[in-house]
Every structure is written in C-alpha cells, then in structure tokens.
C-alpha cells in the first residue's frame, strides 16, 4: 500500500488543481508535495498529471485513480482521525450543515455543552437554508427537512413540524377573533414566497377531526421568502402568519404571539438528523449524532413543535 502522504499530496493536488493548492490543505510546502506525487507516478508506473507553467491537469489514468480512492481515502483519514483522541476524546473537525434560522434557535444553544463534553472536536457548522450532497460535498451530518434520502444516508427524526396561524396582541387589539378558517381573510396576511418556485404560499389548516381547508386570500398586506423574517413582522405587528413552529414557539409561550384557530393547523412534515451510513461511523458524528437526539429528547422538542 502506497504511503499515506502520497496518497493526501495525489488528492489535494488534484482538488486544488496546483501542488500550491494541495500544499496549503496539507501544511507542506509545494516542492514537498510534487516529491510526494513524483514518487506515487514511479511506485505506479503511470503518469497521473500533465504538468505546465500554467495549470496542473489529470491524465486519463489519474481521472481513473483519483475515482477510484477519493472515497476509500477520506474512510481511511475519518479512521486515523477517530483513533486521534485527546484523554479518550472524539477528536476532528465536524462538518454540519443545517437551516439559518433553525440552527441558530435550536441546535447552536447546545454547543457549549457539546463542547464541554468533547473538547477535542472543532464544529465546522454551515448555516445555509439550501440542500446539500451530504456525502458529495463532505459533510459528517446536517439537520434539515426534505433532502434526498440518497444511497449511503441514514435520517433519524427529530420531530414532526406544526405549522399555525399566529399574529400579535398588539395586531389582535380591537379585531374580532377568528373563528373560522374563512376570517383569516379579513387580516392582513403575512405571505410567504417559495424561495425554489417563486410562487406565493397559500394557507392551508387542517382541523383536529381531520377536515382541510384553503384560504382564499385577498392582496396580501406583505410578502417575503423568509419564515423568521415573517415571524418578526407579525412580532411588529403588520399582520397575521401562518408559521413553523420551530420560528414561533418561544414566542408563543412568552405572550408576544397569539395563536389564531387553536383547533387548526397545518403538517409541514418532519425535521430530520442526516449522516452517512457508514459502518465504521467515526467517533465524532457518532458522539454528534447521540448527543443531538439526546438533547433534543430531553427538550421535548417534539412535542413541543406539534400542537393539539
């Protein structure tokens, strides 16, 4: 088996497109990785890349060879990085990916007990409300709802998600309540607009018996392609929402929303715990994975984001 470090100088260079590139991911130096790939050709008997003053390319043989051990290396690196432990730590870099608001509401207040508990991992966090290619791209996990349950992923429920009317005290003051799913339509709506289609989102309810409903809106009073930018302004009072649970339940509980139609709401599906389904799980998404479901569990937060 080929050394380790020609094997990394190989991949980097090849990501990168220079030995410059595959230096800097390595912390060597250029000349010490064109060494390192120089002598993988001569072990090899091929030449994996062209080489010029301007750009560094594959051969058809490298294209081949970098297919065929990109993936078996970043195991074997995951491996040499779960053995690397500091006082029995997990240790490594964690790549998660998981929405803007969702994460900075209800996984980033976890960070500093999950830190405390495995001092040895550095949170590589991406707080992006787009899906990603969780083995593509090389994330150890994401928390999301709606990515494509690929070959090679495992999805572990978090909860299911309510969606609800709300609007503020302050907005309410002075208006009849609506008692029907009908006289939603005498408020000034609060829409939004599909960030994928560009369409505008209607509002549907489902009662607790089970009947669905769709309201015919009139012009909205405002639109926007945000849920938590929609929250603040049914906080500011511009109108009534229909919300996620995940962006209206603390203030739901604090007083500073009302929720409208108790006996109605709307399935927005569930939220899920993303990682690769590998068998040997590398220390720190195995700790990571625990740890989440764990706090999640103890913070009833699937009950927490249902209603009725």
Known sequence: ????????????????????????RLALTPAAVSKNVA???????????????????LTEAGERFLAQIGGALATLQEAVAGLAQDDGQPAGTLKVSMGQAFGREHVLPMLGDFLARYPAIVPDWHFDN????????????AIGGGIELSAGVV??????????AVASPAYLAGRDMPRQPADLAQLDALLRRSSPTGRLRSWTLQHAGGRQV????????????????IAQAALLGLGAAMLPM????????SGELVRLLPEWHFDAGVVWLYYPSKKLLPPKTRVFVDFVL???RDDRFAERMQVN
């Open 294 to 296: 764990e706090r999640f």
């Open 1 to 24: 088996m080929e050394p380790l470090n020609h094997l990394e100088s190989f991949v980097q260079s090849a990501e990168g497109g220079s030995f410059s590139a595959g230096a800097r």
């Open 155 to 164: 999805a572990r429920e978090l909860s299911r998600i309510h969606v609800v």
């Open 246 to 253: 995940p962006f209206v339940e603390r203030s739901l509980r």
């Open 39 to 57: 002598r993988l050709e001569a072990r090899l008997g091929v030449r994996l890349f062209q080489r010029s003053t301007r750009r560094l390319t």
């Open 214 to 229: 769709t309201v015919e809106l009139p012009r909205p009073r405002a639109i926007f392609n945000d849920p938590e930018a």
């Open 130 to 141: 787009h899906q990603v290619d969780l083995v593509g791209e090389g994330f150890d996990a």
